[in-house]
């Protein structure tokens, strides 16, 4: 049983070897730097301030609103990704012609890279000669070019759709293979007891796939948390749209405050780690050896 121990430890020490230097360290050291006044300037000059860089935080109300950004992006878009995906994975996991050719397809804005899809729609989204906005005015929805990523009211919708166009076949790839191992045999006995499509959807598709399910929300809502490249190409520094990573962003390099932008990354981190302990708490996912759930 020692010589076993052993050996898991051996396999296992590369990997914590790694992530010790590819994420511990940098953790420590942004937590470090949060408690002192460093600036990006020089690094080696540096004083120790305690806790105030965290006081100031909590008191700038520009920070509160990035939290409320961050968590109203993050609600909306997982979402709407997590209804559109389960969605689309019925429609592919059901018996249709083309199923392959639609898996593919839906791929396609997965595959493009964040900054290059986020340009793109940009342009596409821009008020005086985008193409969204001449498609809406021929169709006779609006009757002027509208600001969408200016417009106070129209820039997190627009950055949510954006988003939601980019990360949604992600949710239904997940889901689908999800779908995919389901027992048949059940569905089968369903039919024969004159259980309706909806009625198994409701009480046997979604129950058996909610580990799963929750697993994909999860990784989408940390993305979302600590999304900033999405964002920040669409509408930059906006204070309507700015997340706690363009915060820090601007803190760290346009004011070159290492010490107060390194605060405002480390409660990023604390805030992601609240929450996905809640959600995993709540949603009482326990990933055991044989995939059960308890």
């Known amino acids: 049983m020692m010589a076993r121990t052993r050996l898991a430890w051996a396999y296992l020490a590369p990997l914590l070897i790694t992530l010790a230097l590819v994420a511990a360290w940098p953790l420590l050291r942004t937590i470090a730097f949060s408690l002192t006044d460093a600036n990006l300037s020089d690094l080696s000059q540096w004083q120790f301030v305690g806790l105030a860089n965290y006081a100031y935080l909590l008191s700038d109300p520009q920070w509160w ?84 990523l200016a417009d106070p009211t129209l820039s997190m919708a627009a950055v949510v759709l954006v988003d939601v166009w980019k990360a949604t076949p992600f949710m239904a790839l997940l889901i689908l293979a999800a779908l995919q191992v389901l027992p048949l045999d059940i569905y089968e006995a369903a039919r024969v007891d ?12 979604l129950p058996l796939i909610r580990p799963a399910l929750l697993i994909a929300v999860i990784f989408r809502s940390l993305d979302a948390l600590r999304v900033f490249d999405v964002i920040y190409v669409l509408t930059g520094n906006n204070e309507n749209t700015a997340t706690m990573s363009v915060y820090a962003r601007q803190q760290l390099v346009d004011f070159q405050d290492v010490g107060f932008g390194s605060t405002a990354a480390t409660c990023l981190f604390v805030i992601i780690a609240l929450i996905t302990t809640a959600v995993i708490t709540l949603g009482r996912v326990h990933v055991s050896a044989s995939g059960n759930d308890r």
């Not at 409320?68 to 969605?87: A, D, K, P, R």
């Not at 996991?93 to 396609?108: E, K, Q, S, T, W």
Request: proline share 5%; hydrophobic share 60%.
């Open 65 to 148: 609103r990035a939290v409320g950004n961050t968590l109203l992006f993050t609600l909306l878009s997982v979402g709407l990704e997590t209804i559109l995906g389960l969605v689309i994975a019925l429609t592919i996991n059901a018996h249709m012609p083309g199923r392959g050719l639609v898996r593919a397809a839906i791929l396609i804005p997965w595959a493009i890279p964040t900054v290059v899809s986020a340009k793109m729609w940009a342009w596409m989204l821009h008020d005086l000669y985008g193409v969204v906005n001449v498609l809406l005015m021929n169709l006779g929805l609006i009757d002027r070019p509208w600001a969408w």
């Open 194 to 205: 004159g259980i309706g499509p909806v009625k198994s959807f409701f009480h046997i598709t």
